[in-house]
């Protein structure tokens, strides 16, 4: 049984922007020389999000509709009023998605979908690197 | 320390159907001898979800109303144009709740609530057989 | 590797009160002797949610606005029907933000952004003592 950590960054413009992260994901996996267990991914950050999705710009678009349905830019929100900030939907979207991922693994193939990708979201409202934190963990 | 993994199917409904996991995951934790970790259940597909609830017909009627709310059948879907397909909701509805859940288990038992299921869904617009893993590691 | 489990209540008022349970759980982390690995909290019973989130009382408030939006308190839920009780919308909020959050560590320190809290939160519409677990797992 072993732990294996990396993390690494992605540029994302802002407002649900999402980068497919399967192939890192993957990758990571094979390199680690485990057959069975677990990757987690993990966005680092109050205003990001990790989920999987069919990556295809279409339903990135149809996510963004959801986003302002669940919490719309339009309107106010008292995290404003803290930092005047602007923020507020980006940080609600983010605590209604997650910030974390289980994937297991075996025989060193990540269980995914064949049109099933992880992906990390910017949910901020400005462009952001974001932070990328995976972990396998298995034999 | 262990990983055991095992995979089954199961056959559900259109457009939010549930299917209750909890008796099969908490064989798989009882058969696998061992005493303590975690139970990771992953639904396959970008179409499906995994979650918790009480199982009882009811609240399966209002997720289904609440999934309308999220993700209306009424609206257009830019992932239509991509595929001709039908189904834009599902996927967006599969991405905001997720498709794994971790449950730490100890002493044999998962620590769920005496009401609280697992419940793997089906929110494609078509019945589908929807594969689930289920992966114990513990001690 | 080694698993250590560790169970505790906190008092929540109704309806979308949350606790910041992140200082216990990092001291779970400190206090296991682990290096690298994960921690999985998870909330028992299923008006009970957790995630992430910046924790201040502005974004409280937006959480509860935005749950509003997801499954207001105004309207009908079949769940009234089956047991006579009103927390149909504290169920529905619970399926759909989650139960369960894993989140890396290494270094003995969990991965979290600066201002990323993990809040466990109570959707039920009465005061409630939650049960929530911590369990390590690494090495």
């Given at each position: 049984m072993a732990v294996k950590?990396?993390?690494?960054?992605?540029?994302?413009?802002?407002?649900g922007d999402m980068a497919d992260v399967s192939?890192?994901?993957?990758a990571f996996v094979s390199s680690s020389g485990l057959s069975a267990g677990i990757l987690t991914v993990f966005s680092?950050?109050?205003?990001?999000?990790?989920?999987?999705?069919?990556?295809e710009p279409g339903l990135k678009e149809d996510m963004l509709r959801a986003f302002e349905r669940l919490a719309p830019a339009s309107i106010d929100y008292e995290h404003h009023n803290k930092w005047h900030d602007d923020?507020?939907?980006?940080?609600?979207?983010?605590?209604?998605?997650?910030?974390s991922l289980v994937v297991p693994f075996s025989d060193k193939k990540l269980v995914l979908g064949?049109?099933?990708?992880?992906?990390v979201m910017n949910l901020d409202t400005s462009s952001r690197k974001r932070e990328?934190?995976?972990q396998v963990m298995g034999e």
């Open positions: 950590t990396k993390k690494f960054w992605v540029d994302l413009h802002p407002d192939a890192e994901a993957q680092v950050g109050s205003t990001s999000a990790v989920s999987t999705i069919e990556y923020n507020g939907r980006g940080h609600v979207r983010s605590t209604l998605v997650g910030c064949q049109w099933q990708q992880i992906v990328v934190v995976l």
